[in-house]
């Protein structure tokens, strides 16, 4: 911990500043090559600016670095360890802490009272009773601990290394992998990640305090799958939501699943209907899948928040326009009739054949006529490059003369853009999709109501494939990008609840 | 139309075998390129055995055909006209169609009644009389048409040249492109397609109908935006529901979707109620959207039916398994603990730590054992070769031991095998994922009791990339795929409830 942070921090924010980590139980074993991956590689690849330490009785180097026989060989203090050796050892690994004075022990085995096997319970509760003595604070076990791209603690080598306004608290592991993988596709960042297990210190509740004080974390996300305390989660999960917007996915809200986070992470899981009460009394967003959680993180970061329901999609095809106004409305957003002078606006340059001028508005002889005037303009540019340039000149004069028309709607709230790939029935080369989805992406940056892009209906690799490059430029671009109508429109109805319930909350997250 | 076929066949069953086709308003234009790839290159593609006759007043040639100037100059037989040029020139071609005793007229222009304008309703009813006049079958108009890959007529030049057990009516083009794109993806095929369009002549009752006595046609999937007659929609759909499972996305069910279906095929769309009560009252299968529908055919055409909801979940990552039991319980599934000797059993071979031996099973230690086993196993062969030649010898030890086990497990009625790919703490290699999913899919494979394997957790490209050979051998192995826990679910729960209510259909299409 640095003096700096200790005096304004929190009083867990130490845990973020280690001077200096030793990883024990680092092996050029072959299945040990992850430890070496995950708490060697990627800090030198982060560039940890502190102490490395490595431990493994049989000594040795690597990476440069000399392997200590023992904990106690380390020439320098130790703030922080990462455990990785089997359980039953750990404890021993503990009181060499607790004696050394460290302030920190991650514990990544697995093996404890998530099994269910009481000498695996009284094996974590010795660890616990070990640390306390040495007043270290215990992360994990069973956990892949801590990502903190500011801090230049990296984890998965394929984080990223910038950091975002997301932080976030996951009782998995495998569930920081992929919701980290599955937000970065779409444009997040994170500010600070604990994956924290077994919670056998360091739970929820601290991490929520945590993150509600944290001045770089904007927006709250939490993975949790049981709280020993249901009292204090609940005063935990207040101040959070009241602090700042709370997304929480509850892992284990069935039996089967509550039978199964038990059997994951030693939690008491909790009745559903408990939970449910719990997050709406204190205004938390409840999301059910990584999928949607990235959904609404995009959402109440990306679109500027809407007002109300009324909603009007834009987009290519018929039968996936009636669809996706399906989904919209389901979800609980209004596509009300467009209004006649818009309508009579629309038909001005919009073919009434092949289009629908209503709401949802189907402009496929638009996105055709644009898409060729786009094709014949790139030249010799790559198409990306095309249209980078053209992001600064705004949208193309059709697309221009929709939004102007659009933006004189009453009362109309959001546009949804979308395009689904795999519904025209000529397969077009990516070219010719790029032509035509391209100009949508620089409409949708362009347009002065809160917005968002679908591109949907990608049915097969080939497609997905083609895909990747739009969708990169849609992240890029800064836009809202979502995969499915039915993932927009749910986010979108909780975007706009919270909204109205929390005005201020998003006012102060788009105006930081 | 044949002899053959008119002697035993249902009425309709002629507009499936013209004899010629004619294509007016073929154009070597550029906007109008896709008239020539979806009605003449798709037809020399899959080889239509009849007579193509172009049309167009320009005159000339294409593809080596003479290009006439009129229907009226062709020197043979015309049974089925494509009729693609501008709405309101459609009414003279009709009639010269009627003059030459034209069996069947498909309209694929837009610009009728679904513009809600009154001249375009008009113009449409003026194109009904006329045809009515010749006794000629009207498909459309604003419809793709038909596809019949058995006959060898194609349509999209993407689309399959071999046939499979799914008729499927869809008053939309675009999905009709999404749902075939999606399901041969997944390893699907389909008997007969026809795009109906707004339906001023054949509508959803007639190929409703046409699909309940088709021999050629195991399964009916129906997308249907509206009806004008009720009461005969209610027969048909009782009538196909009798004789084959019916499954049915009904597009336009909120009040907004209802407009939009309007606007998009001028249909009468009805309270989602109606159609909710309709559907279950004749036992049809409902879906909601295009994925749900494909979902639900891999389910019924691939998974032996299963006798009840008891599920065992077997996958690779903890937090993965809990939100997989949570998806699975929420459709109505039931993942019961596991019997005390199964898990002994299972206790036998793999280890404890990082493992979860309740239900569901997290087999993470067995996959690595096996994955590395498969890795050393493979020489200079490439993986799928690899994979084709031991799908003969049957799955890796400790799977059949895990299979073993599960066979054991009294009342079983469905496992779920499961890989999460972008769970994974280490970002693996292509091959070292493929050596650990490979054996999973190999076991499914040999498992006794019904099941499926969910490849889910795609958090990103490169993984949605790598991920694609396993996917294809998935397919090309008969297994039911599915790509999210939520859709394996939502089709689980709607195949079980359909097999407990109608087990002598589900028999009958696995036995045929």
């Known amino acids: 911990m640095t003096s700096d942070s200790q005096s304004a921090a929190h009083p867990l924010d130490y845990i973020f500043h280690p001077r200096s980590v030793a990883v024990v139980g680092i092996s050029a074993d072959l299945p040990k090559i992850w430890i070496r991956r995950l708490y060697l590689d990627s800090l030198i690849q982060s560039g940890y600016p502190g102490q490395i330490y490595l431990v493994n009785p049989k000594g040795g ?217 719990l997050l709406t009394q204190v205004g938390a967003i409840r999301t059910y899948s990584i999928e949607e959680m990235v959904d609404i993180l995009v959402a109440l970061l990306r679109v500027r928040p809407p007002r109300g329901f009324n909603t009007c999609a834009v987009g290519n095809g018929g039968g996936a326009s009636v669809m996706a106004t399906d989904e919209l409305e389901r979800a609980g957003l209004r596509l009300a009739p467009i209004p006649g002078e818009i309508r009579e606006g629309l038909k001005d340059f919009i ?12 402009i496929s002889p638009l996105a055709t006529v644009v898409g060729f005037e786009y094709l014949m303009d790139l030249g010799s540019r790559r198409f990306e490059e095309m249209l980078r340039e053209k992001l600064a000149k705004g949208p193309s004069v059709h697309w221009a003369r929709l939004n102007a028309q659009l933006q004189k709607w009453p009362g109309l709230d959001l546009v949804i853009y979308h395009h689904g790939f795999d519904v025209s029935p000529m397969p077009l080369s990516e070219l010719m999709v790029n032509c035509i989805v391209g100009p949508m992406a620089l409409a949708a940056k362009a347009c002065e109501l809160p917005n968002a892009i679908v591109l949907h209906s990608i049915g097969n690799d080939h497609t997905w494939q083609s895909s990747a490059e739009l969708r990169g430029l849609c992240v890029e671009f800064g836009l809202p990008l979502f995969l499915s109508m039915r993932g927009a429109a749910t986010a979108m109805r909780a975007l706009i609840d919270y909204n109205l319930a929390h005005p201020e909350k998003l006012a102060a997250l788009h105006s930081s």
């Open 61 to 277: 180097e690597m990476a440069g670095l000399p392997i200590y026989r023992s904990l106690k060989d380390i020439p320098g203090e130790v703030d922080h360890v990462v455990i990785s050796i089997p359980a039953p050892y750990t404890p021993g690994i503990m009181a060499e802490c607790r004696d050394m004075g460290v302030k920190v022990a991650h514990v990544f085995a697995s093996g404890y009272a998530e099994t269910g096997e009481a000498e695996r319970i009284e094996l974590q509760d010795r660890l616990v009773a070990i640390a306390r003595q040495g007043n270290i604070r215990v992360i994990g076990p069973n956990c892949l601990g801590i990502y903190y791209p500011k801090g230049k603690i990296g984890l998965i080598p394929d984080f990223p290394a910038d950091p975002g306004p997301i932080g976030f608290l996951c009782q998995s592991g495998g569930n920081v992998a992929y919701m980290v993988r599955h937000a970065v596709a779409r444009g997040l960042r994170f500010s600070k990640i604990v994956s924290y297990g077994n919670a056998c210190d360091i739970n929820e509740c601290d991490l929520l305090d945590y993150f509600a004080a944290d001045p770089e974390t904007k927006v709250i996300a939490a993975y949790i799958e049981g709280a020993r305390d249901g009292r204090r989660l609940k005063e935990a999960l207040a101040r959070a939501a009241a602090a700042k917007p709370t997304v929480v996915l509850k892992g284990g809200y069935t039996a089967g699943g509550s039978r199964a986070a038990a059997s994951h992470t030693g939690s008491l899981a909790g009745a559903d209907a408990v939970w449910d009460g």
């Open 351 to 362: 073919d009434l054949a092949n289009s629908m001028l209503r709401n949802p508005i189907d």
